[in-house]
């Protein structure tokens, strides 16, 4: 029969209590002279469980927070090997999730049970969502491209009719405002014969005739820093020193000007019509504004623009007839033949003046 000591059943006991609480219990020390008997095996094995329970403790607190990286402890309690397996499996599921996370939605799991055909299904959902996601965005910028191509072409068309600084005014605010202009220079243009010509020739004909002259008129235009207004069957009118101030603005229309005579003369001499251009200059303040609400129409208004008129009038075929103002503004390197004071109506008489470049060759 075993003899107990009352303290050896109560450190045992202790040790129960603490571990049946979730707490950490010391091991029981037992004299070294202890016998060899029952209690001391029994004593044995309970300092083994609680050696074995402390790490299994340390290892659910750790797995609790979150923390998968650790290895988990050694032992040979069952539960410790369940809890080993969930900890394999939690690691698992985490490289699954990290895989989903860099854009591999073809990742299944196939265990947990329950929770797999869970996450297999969100992970087919995200799949799904992400290729209607894919499609709208492929959606969406086809669809931008067509906007922005249909936006460049308004954009181009709105640029031909109307002065840059005015289509980004109508572009921002839908509206702007008429604004008056100092010094500008105007040159007025048609074609003698038209009327003729007009009667003669094929319609679509003399449109591409027409086509062709205006768009090499533009082209000169352009280059010498002057701004085309308008045209009116065969009339051309065209400025310089708005709405952009140049102080060259009398000499950049007038070299303008020359290149138009000189450029017919060339064409004439290769093509089966000869045009001939009558073309008058002056130059004054002006009023430039944006005509109608709906079609809009980019105009000039003014004294300035009716005696650019009478200049064009009273000019003859390929000379360039200049008002005193513009070739009081001209720097040397023209020459300037003086006509008689001309009487011009709504004007009086009028001192007029036909330029030539200084070697008396069309520029």
């Known amino acids: 029969m075993i003899t107990l000591?009352?303290?050896?059943?109560?450190?045992?006991?202790?040790?129960?209590?603490?571990?049946?609480?979730?707490?950490?219990a010391s091991p029981i020390v037992l004299p070294p002279d202890y016998p060899e008997n029952e209690l001391k095996q029994v004593v044995c094995y309970l300092n083994t469980l609680i050696a074995q329970y402390h790490e299994f403790a340390g290892f659910l607190d750790i797995l609790s927070r979150g923390d998968l990286d650790f290895q988990p402890p050694r032992g040979r309690m069952a539960v410790?090997?369940?809890?080993?397996?969930?900890?394999?499996?939690?690691?698992?599921?985490?490289w699954k999730t990290q895989q989903i996370a860099g854009g591999d939605l073809s990742q299944q799991v196939d265990f947990m049970g329950d929770f797999s055909v869970a996450f297999n299904t969100m992970t087919q959902?995200?799949?799904?969502?992400?290729?209607?996601?894919e499609r709208q965005k492929n959606e969406l910028a086809e669809a931008y491209a067509v906007?922005?191509?249909?936006?460049?072409?308004?954009?181009?068309l709105l640029l031909n009719v109307l002065p840059v600084a005015v289509a980004n005014?109508?572009?921002?605010t839908g509206q702007t405002t008429p604004e008056l202009f100092e010094d500008v220079t105007v040159l007025f243009s048609d074609l003698v014969g038209f009327t003729r010509y007009s009667s003669e020739l094929d319609p679509a004909e003399l449109i591409d005739e027409l086509n062709d002259l205006f768009t090499a008129f533009d082209t000169i235009v352009e280059a010498n820093q002057c701004e085309r207004i308008k045209t009116i069957g065969d009339a051309y009118l065209a400025v310089c020193g708005m709405p952009h101030p140049n102080e060259r603005h009398a000499q950049h229309v007038v070299d303008?000007?020359?290149?138009?005579?000189?450029?017919l003369k060339e064409r004439n001499a290769r093509s089966a019509h000869s045009w001939r251009a009558r073309i008058g200059v002056h130059s004054g303040r002006v009023v430039g504004g944006v005509?109608?609400?709906?079609?809009?129409?980019?105009?000039?208004?003014?004294?300035?623009?009716?005696?650019?008129?009478?200049m064009e009038s009273h000019s003859e075929a390929m000379r360039v007839n200049l008002s005193e103002a513009t070739q009081s503004l001209l720097p040397d390197g023209y020459r300037f033949i003086e006509r008689e004071a001309t009487e011009?109506?709504?004007?009086?008489?009028?001192?007029?003046?036909?330029?030539e470049s200084a070697s008396g060759q069309d520029l």
């Open 344 to 355: 011009v109506k709504g004007k009086g008489r009028m001192n007029m003046y036909f330029v």
């Open 125 to 133: 959902q995200l799949h799904d969502a992400f290729e209607r996601i």
């Open 147 to 156: 906007i922005k191509e249909e936006k460049d072409k308004s954009d181009r």
């Open 169 to 172: 005014d109508l572009k921002k």
């Open 80 to 94: 410790l090997q369940s809890f080993k397996n969930l900890h394999a499996n939690l690691r698992h599921l985490t």
């Open 5 to 24: 000591q009352e303290a050896d059943l109560d450190r045992v006991s202790e040790a129960l209590y603490l571990m049946l609480k979730g707490k950490t």
């Open 291 to 310: 005509v109608g609400v709906k079609k809009y129409i980019y105009d000039v208004f003014g004294d300035t623009i009716n005696t650019a008129s009478r």
């Open 256 to 263: 303008a000007a020359l290149q138009f005579v000189a450029y």
